[in-house]
Antibody, heavy 120, light 109 residues
Framework: EVQLVESGGGLVQPGGSLRLSCAASGFTFSGNAIHWVRQAPGKGLEYVSGISGNGLTTYYASAVQGRFTISRDTSKNTVYLQMDSLRTEDMAVYYC?????????????WGQGTMVTVSS | QSALTQPPSASGSPGQSVTISCTGTSSDVGGYNYVSWYQQHPGKAPKLMIYEVSKRPSGVPDRFSGSKSGNTASLTVSGLQAEDEADYYCSSYAGSNNVFGTGTKVTVL
């Protein structure tokens, strides 16, 4: 079964750090770009970050540029999102999603999401 | 990056059609044929319904169709069914990343 499973969410104080993981299974990991999308409670979807299938190209929304870092470990079929200097406005459910090769801006499989709460 | 503009709500009776617009700029919607549409039911992860403006992934009913003109993309749902009631988001490639629309809640009357 093609699957993405996020983990690492939780409660963190403003200014703190958290690392999210997105574990992939059931498909050729290295061939797919992986993106992170977040959704604040009661709000819409917001693009956060992405990494190409070969890991050479990364993408960041301006709201997180310089604070978040995306990376991937092919040996573990896992993508990470290191989140530093967290702000209250970063509080959201974070989804990871895969984008298959040959298709553009087409996230066809999504994880169930992990909640990040930023509060003192 | 500014979110793409969608109407907050749209509605139709079963069997009718509803069209949702998604307005951006020449730097996103108008500049690339990389517009996608996602359906999201409450408490669930988004589901890809249309990609690259008008292509449907396997398993998505042909009642869903997409188009684009200039800086505005559109999603049409024909033959509305109860299960189509959900939030819909457009998304576009914007050169250095992707951007989502503000979202539209579709209600089946």
């Amino acid at each position: 079964e093609v699957q993405l499973v996020e983990s690492g969410g939780g409660l963190v104080q403003p200014g703190g750090s958290l690392r999210l993981s997105c574990a992939a299974s059931g498909f050729t990991f290295s061939g797919n770009a992986i993106h992170w999308v977040r959704q604040a409670p009661g709000k819409g979807l917001e693009y956060v970050s992405g990494i190409s299938g070969n890991g050479l190209t990364t993408y960041y929304a301006s709201a997180v540029q310089g604070r978040f870092t995306i990376s991937r470990d092919t040996s573990k079929n896992t993508v990470y999102l290191q989140m530093d200097s967290l702000r209250t406005e970063d509080m959201a459910v974070y989804y990871c999603a895969k984008n298959p090769p040959g298709k553009n801006n087409a996230c066809d499989i999504w994880g169930q999401g992990t909640m990040v709460t930023v509060s003192s | 990056q500014s979110a793409l503009t969608q109407p907050p709500s749209a509605s139709g009776s079963p069997g009718q059609s509803v069209t949702i617009s998604c307005t951006g700029t020449s730097s996103d919607v108008g500049g690339y044929n990389y517009v996608s549409w996602y359906q999201q039911h409450p408490g669930k992860a988004p589901k890809l319904m249309i990609y690259e403006v008008s292509k449907r992934p396997s398993g998505v009913p042909d009642r869903f169709s997409g188009s684009k003109s200039g800086n505005t993309a559109s999603l049409t749902v024909s033959g509305l069914q109860a299960e189509d009631e959900a939030d819909y988001y457009c998304s576009s490639y914007a050169g250095s990343n992707n951007v989502f629309g503000t979202g539209t809640k579709v209600t089946v009357l």
